[in-house]
Nanobody, 123 residues
């Protein structure tokens, strides 16, 4: 059974930082691309960023480039989302997801999802 479990969310002031983690179990983590998505209240889920199975390729939503960094530790079956200089518009539930080999900006390309972790940025 494949499981993805996110952690690290919380309440932070604008300009602050958080690091989200996503641990995956039940599949060979090193062969899968990982994506981070978010859903803000009243809005559709959107792609935040992703990393390929080899960690050589990353993708980011334009509005988070330079502020967010995705990395992975295959030995720990974990992918991270380091979020710096957070803004109130980053407030959302953040989800990690997995798919074979490469990340994708399309949520429909992913086959497993975590339950999400809340990030709230106060102004």
């Amino acid at each position: 059974q494949v499981q993805l479990v996110e952690s690290g969310g919380g309440l932070v002031q604008a300009g602050g930082s958080l690091r989200l983690s996503c641990v995956i179990s039940g599949r060979s983590f090193s062969r899968y691309g990982m994506g981070w998505f978010r859903r803000a209240p009243g809005k559709a889920r959107e792609f935040v960023g992703g990393i390929s199975w080899s960690s050589g390729d990353t993708l980011y939503k334009d509005s988070v480039k330079g502020r967010f960094t995705i990395s992975r530790d295959n030995a720990k079956n974990t992918v991270y989302l380091q979020m710096n200089n957070l803004k109130p518009e980053d407030t959302a539930v953040y989800y990690c997801a997995s798919r074979p080999y490469y990340a994708s900006e399309s949520s429909s390309a992913y086959d497993y999802w975590g339950q999400g972790t809340q990030v709230t940025v106060s102004s």
